[in-house]
């Protein structure tokens, strides 16, 4: 049983950074395929193009940031340990505030994915700022009417439009707005790396020790909600099955008490008979069955847990965990005190 | 028995990952479903609303109730609701917990077929071509067309081979324009269903983080109630088939012993495995008699009971039944044949 747990221990441990990193990658890589995917069809309309292509720009970002939010396991251990009452545990913010800024780390890789490859990719850009370049600088539309530019302005980012089929002012208007948009782009991308970079070296400047002890705690605290929810589990298996054992029991008293026949006193019968529980005919079992139905039995099974404990001595029932029974199997109603041992 | 347990155990402690994975992999059959399709707009002027919206809306709500049925937990919430009380309470909390987490796992298909559709745009182009303000993209004032003929030529937008209406609206300005549209609606609807999702799951460790345990807990107790349940009847099952078979030829082969008025070749202890699994059976003519008797009228359900009590063990000792006192036997016997 414990060489059970320190494995799983040592699995969740190794894991669960990496889980949260393949999961981070995973969203970035969807935000990727995403854009690649998205039909971007500009509406080549004076006020539509800005609020479009600003709009393609900025929604997808928010969405994948809640998106990396959700997927996280660790956000739903912060919050609770952020909102649980104090009890008999104290809390520390600095382990709050370690969790919060790593999963808004990890959750803002997608995001700024998002952004950079809408950058160096330029349609965004040249949809949303086509209407806002100075028509000046360019050759065709220097000489039009103010509304007849801002049209002809609007409709440069789509190639196919019949107007702006073969225009050159168009292509130039396309590619400054594109140099622009790229040059941004990798701004942001350097600055980003060059951000990533010194944070992650000069963090051990800074407080070395207090951020060990932050993490050890952080990460212990995901750990130990693990286990209590895997503990949960193999309690209720066992409850479970101390639970359904014990109705076939009440069952097999039932019937003997309605029954005449001398026989079943061979508790002790191993192989089949102790399968079979005392139900052997067609009635016994229905009745079994309708009144599973019907009448489900208490959640206790501490009557059942006194029965075996009188009952070990001379009898072995090979199904149960010995081991774990006992730790495990108190009477869940504390009104009752439970039987079990110490 | 043990590696299943871990196995299972694993995959109970790991549930998160579990369920976004199926999450994951219904999203992906929606999305596929809908680049599988053939969207066939009907470019005629009141079709065509009628199809983009039945094409945006009923397969979504197929993909929920489908979600729904595909997914086993339904008949466990239908039972818990539907059981009489009996010994044990019912408690509403849970009930709500269960229905509340197949609800979420059956909305992501339907969620996502929405999205794909209006980011793709055929379905919005298709529904509300005929709504185009044609006095801003175009020449509304194109003579020599009623309200009714306009609409007819507005509603070919989606079918470019047989649009004719280039000098009331260009059709490409039309599709960017509708096309614009249904993105925005997209997006926007992806922004609202992704925040809803993330305060569903913020807000319940502010809130009812010690009732979540419970009804966590409780629901968990009850699946695995049942299939334990399940498990044991079947052990049951097996047990009962087996001892009943036993008793079919046991008695099979003491009736036709007394019918032959000659000793039964019973086995003696010492005789070995292969002769006590012939259970008495050893001639072609009593395997004939065993089979047609199997056919033609099979054993009650009614195990006999293995062995009186006769105070000197016989009980804890797992043989097979030693033969009885005769009158008994034959009682018993008689009653196998009806």
Redesign the interface.
Same mark, same amino acid.
């Given at each position: 049983m414990m060489d $059970?747990f320190r494995m &799983?221990f040592q699995y969740f441990q190794s894991n669960s950074e990496s889980?949260m990193n393949g999961i981070c990658g995973l969203l970035a890589l969807a935000s990727v395929k995403m854009y690649t995917c998205? =039909?971007f069809?500009? #509406?080549? *309309?004076p006020r539509?193009n800005m609020?479009?292509g600003l709009? &393609?720009m900025f929604? #997808?970002p928010?969405?994948l940031f809640?998106?990396g939010? &959700? /997927?996280n396991?660790q956000? /739903?251990v912060m *919050? !609770?340990e952020? %909102? $649980?009452p104090q009890g008999c545990r104290k809390k520390d913010l600095a382990v709050i505030r370690y969790m919060c800024s790593s999963i808004m780390q990890r959750a803002m890789v997608a995001p700024l994915v998002w952004i950079v490859v809408t950058l160096l990719d330029g349609k965004c850009l040249i949809c949303a700022f086509s209407g806002s370049v100075d028509p000046e600088k360019f050759v065709g539309f220097a000489n039009a009417s103010a509304v007849q530019v801002q049209q002809l302005l609007a409709k440069v980012p789509?190639k =196919? =439009?019949?107007l702006m089929r073969n225009n050159t002012s168009r292509k130039a208007v396309s590619r400054y707005l594109r140099c622009w948009s790229q040059a941004l782009g990798w701004s942001i991308l350097l600055i980003l790396i060059i951000a990533a970079f010194l944070a992650h070296w000069l963090r051990p400047c800074f407080n070395q020790a207090a951020l060990l002890q932050a993490r050890h705690w952080s990460n212990y605290i995901d750990i130990e909600q693990?286990i209590f !929810?895997?503990t949960?589990?193999?309690h209720? %298996?066992l409850?479970?099955?101390k639970?359904? /054992?014990h109705f076939?029991e009440s069952m097999r008293q039932e019937i003997k008490l309605h029954s005449f026949? *001398?026989? $079943?006193?061979?508790e002790?019968?191993?192989?089949?008979?102790d *399968?079979? $529980?005392g139900?052997?005919?067609?009635d016994q079992?229905n009745k079994l /069955?309708k009144a599973?139905?019907? !009448?489900?039995?208490?959640?206790d099974v501490s009557q059942a847990l006194k029965g075996h404990y009188h009952a070990s001595a001379q009898s072995k029932d090979q199904r149960v965990d010995d081991s774990g029974a006992h730790i495990f199997l108190q009477n869940p109603n504390p009104k009752v005190s439970a039987p079990g041992r110490t | 028995m043990d590696k299943f347990r871990m196995i299972f155990q694993f995959l109970q402690s790991n549930q998160e990952s579990f369920m976004t994975g199926i999450c994951g992999i219904m999203a992906l059959a929606s999305a596929q479903m809908y680049s599988a399709f053939d969207f066939n707009c009907p470019c005629l002027p009141r079709y065509n609303l009628a199809y983009g919206l039945g094409i945006l809306l009923v397969p979504p709500f197929i993909l929920f109730l489908l979600g729904f049925v595909l997914n086993n937990n339904v008949s466990m919430l239908a039972e818990e609701w539907r059981r009489p009380q009996g010994q044990r309470g019912k408690d509403r909390a849970v009930l709500r917990y269960m229905f509340c987490s197949m609800a979420q796992r059956a909305m992501i298909a339907p969620v996502v077929w929405v999205s794909v559709t209006l980011l793709d745009g055929k379905c919005i182009t298709c529904a509300f071509c005929t709504s185009v303000p044609v006095e801003t993209l175009g020449n509304a004032s194109h003579p020599g067309l009623s309200q009714g003929e306009m609409k007819r030529v507005l509603a070919r937008i989606p079918c470019k081979e047989i649009y004719d209406g280039q000098e009331l609206i260009t059709n490409e300005v039309a599709v960017r324009y509708l096309r614009c549209i249904s993105q925005a609606l997209g997006w926007c609807f992806v922004l609202l269903m992704t925040t809803l999702a993330f305060l569903v799951r913020s807000l319940r460790p502010c809130f009812t983080q010690a009732a979540f345990l419970k009804s966590r807990y409780w629901s968990h107790y009850i699946d695995i109630e049942r299939k334990l349940f399940d498990e044991t009847c079947a052990e049951h099952a097996r047990s009962f088939a087996k001892v009943c078979i036993q008793q079919f030829f046991e008695g099979m082969s003491t009736d036709l012993a007394a019918a032959h008025c000659h000793s039964p070749r019973k086995a003696p202890a010492d005789a070995g495995e292969a002769a006590e699994k012939l259970l008495g059976i050893t001639d072609q003519g009593t395997m004939n008699t065993a089979l047609k008797s199997w056919h033609r009228c099979k054993p009650p359900l009614h195990l006999h009971p293995p062995a009186l009590p006769s105070g000197n063990g016989w009980a804890g000792e797992g043989q097979p039944p030693p033969r009885p006192p005769e009158p008994r036997r034959e009682t018993a016997a008689y009653y196998s044949r009806v």
């Open positions: $059970r &799983i889980v998205f =039909d069809s500009c #509406p080549c *309309l539509y609020a479009y709009g &393609i929604v #997808p928010v969405a809640l998106c939010l &959700i /997927l396991r956000s /739903l *919050l !609770e952020w %909102r $649980r789509c =196919d =439009d019949e693990k !929810e895997e949960c589990c193999e209720s %298996r409850f479970a099955h639970c359904i /054992l076939f026949s *001398l026989g $079943r006193e061979g002790g019968a191993e192989g089949e008979e *399968l079979l $529980r139900i052997t005919d067609q079992v /069955l599973w139905y019907y !009448e489900k039995p208490a959640l | -």
